[in-house]
């Protein structure tokens, strides 16, 4: 059974920082994009991150873009986002992702096929 763990959620200040991580089991993803995505109360699922299999090729949310940091650790089959000078608009629910069919970045929903279960973020002001 493949499970996605996110961890790393939490309460932080406008400003702070936080570091979210995605471990993932039941098989492995080095050859597999992943990304993170977010979804606040009463709207969709946005992108947020994407990574390449092998680390090589990163994209990012317009909104998020110089803060926020992904990176991937694939003997550990880990992927983490490293979130700096965090907004109250960035509070949402974090979900990671993996791709079965893509090995480059993917930054759509549809291109995923494992999801996690969200860790939430709120940030206050």
């Known amino acids: 059974q493949v499970q996605l763990l996110e961890s790393g959620g939490g309460l932080v200040q406008a400003g702070g920082s936080l570091r979210l991580s995605c471990a993932a089991s039941g098989r492995t993803f080095s050859r597999s994009a992943m990304g993170w995505f977010r979804q606040a109360p009463g709207k969709e699922r946005d992108f947020v991150a994407t990574?390449?299999?092998?680390?090589?090729?990163?994209f990012y949310a317009d909104s998020v873009k110089g803060r926020f940091t992904i990176s991937r650790d694939n003997a550990k089959n880990t992927i983490y986002l490293q979130m700096n000078g965090l907004k109250p608009e960035d509070t949402a629910d974090y979900y990671c992702?993996?791709?079965?069919?893509?090995?480059?970045?993917?930054?759509?929903?549809?291109?995923?096929?494992?999801w996690g279960q969200g860790t939430q973020v709120t940030v206050s002001s």
């Open positions: 990574i390449s299999w092998n680390g090589k090729t990163t």
């Open positions: 992702a993996a791709s079965s069919g893509y090995g480059s970045a993917q930054y759509t929903v549809g291109s995923y096929d494992y």
